[in-house]
Structures are given as C-alpha cells and as structure tokens.
C-alpha cells in the first residue's frame, strides 16, 4: 500500500514573490533547498500550520493527512532565497513506522503539541526523542505549541486556571525545550500568530553557508525515485488532503 499520497538576530524572513526588478533578482538566485518535517499527535494543527506558512490560509475542517503531504515555499533571508521542501506528516499512530522516511536527512523539524491537551505535550516529547537519536545529528528542532487562539485570556498578575482551556503551561515546554536544544514557539494557525516565526528562527539556525556546496540530487521517500508516478511536481498533497501551494 503507497502511504506517500548564522543569520543575524534582526534578520527578516520573506516569502518570495511578487513583480517588479525585486522580483526579477530573486528569481535569479538560486534557492537552498531545506528539508523540514512536521511530527506531532493527530489533531493538533501540524496541517494547518503549513497551510498558514504556505497559502496564509486556514480551513477550519480540514481531513487528517493520510500519510503524509509535501509542500514547498521559496523564501528570502537577507541575500539569500531558501525553498523549504515540508513534509507534513499524518499523526495517526498506524503511521508512525513511516516516519524515519520523512525526517532522514532533514536539515529541520517542528514538532507540534496543542496547548489545550497535555497528552499532546507528551508525544511531541517521545518524537524529540526520537529525533535525536535517529535523524541528521545537526537537525534543528523547533517545538510550537499550536492553539492558543482556545486559550482564555487572564488578567495580567492571575496565573491561568483549569478554566482558561489551557493545559500546558508555557514555562513548563519553555523549560522542557530549553533544558534539550530546542526552539520553542507558541502559535495560532487559525489566526496567524506566531506561524512566520518558526520558520524565520528555524532559518536562522541552518548552517546555510554549508548547504549552499555541491550536494546529490534531493530523494523523495517513493522507492528511490525523485517523483511520484503521475502526480506533478511542485507542491503535492499526498495520499489525502487538500493541495497545498507555493507563493513563488
């Protein structure tokens, strides 16, 4: 069965696009390709936060991801155009086995939690795990716990209750996250907050200088073959979804 369906601190991530001689110059660099993946529970906005990264959009009923889906999106840092290449993979557990074949040799990974289910928390730790003992040794790890747009607002000096919705405290995956090496973000697909900054940090910390010398033709995770049989190339749901897009 196919289941594939050192910048500095004030840097700016930008999306590629747009018309005009700007344009016409990005267009002329050559992008660094830069494999991402997404791990994390089901259910807890790994979809919708590449959909808000690649289209700046958000279904509020989106299908889970069978498998998993691939999506690009050019952006530029500085004097440099970056294409992340994002595996956006299903959180079912039935999948799980197929995930070494996402994250091997993924220079980055965000590894999403919900802030309103402590379980979630949980998982996202078994993949940081995991990450670390198998995937590339210099890997950047983003952890983002997604949702807090269901998170109530306090009063400022209260401490947040049961009663806000939240069941991860912020301090408590900031220290987990600082405590193994890891970024940490909170965010809200649904509306936009915090989103741009993952992948602006995460672009940040690849070592670009490295990647921009000569390297192998990219391998997609379908029997050695750089491209599934009769789909396009470009940004491809894969076995399930909605197709995701490139603003470039």
């Not at 198998?134 to 807090?148: C, D, F, M, R, T």
């Not at 070592?207 to 990219?218: C, I, Y």
């Not at 491209?227 to 940004?235: A, H």
Request: glycine content about 8%; hydrophobic content about 35%.
């Amino acid at each position: 069965m196919s289941n594939i369906t050192r910048q500095t601190s004030d840097s700016a991530l930008t999306l590629v696009g747009g018309e005009g001689n700007q344009g016409s110059q990005q267009q002329n660099i050559k992008p660094i390709q830069v494999k991402l993946v997404l791990l994390g529970e089901a259910a807890v906005g790994k979809s919708s936060l590449v959909l808000r990264f690649v289209n700046n959009d958000f279904q509020e009923n989106k299908e889970p991801t069978i498998g998993a889906a691939f999506l690009t999106q050019k952006c530029r840092m500085e004097d440099k155009v970056l294409k992340f290449e994002i595996w956006d993979t299903a959180g079912q557990e039935r999948f799980h086995s197929l995930a070494p074949m996402y994250y091997r040799n993924a220079q980055a990974a965000v590894v999403v939690y919900d802030v309103t289910k402590a379980a979630s928390l949980d998982k996202a730790k078994s993949w940081v795990k995991e990450l670390q003992r198998q995937a590339s040794p210099n890997i950047v790890i983003a952890l983002a716990g997604n949702k807090i747009d269901l998170v109530q607002p306090v009063d400022e000096g209260e401490e947040e209750s049961a009663n806000s919705g939240r069941q991860v405290p912020t301090e408590e995956a900031k220290a987990y996250a600082n405590e193994f090496g890891l970024l940490f973000f909170e965010t809200s697909a649904k509306k936009g907050v915090g989103v741009r900054e993952v992948f602006t940090e995460i672009a940040k910390k690849i070592p670009l200088e490295l990647m921009m010398s000569p390297r192998p033709p990219r391998q997609v995770p379908y029997g050695g073959q750089n491209q599934l049989p009769g789909l396009p190339t470009g940004s491809e749901q894969i076995a399930g979804g909605t197709n995701g897009g490139c603003n470039c």
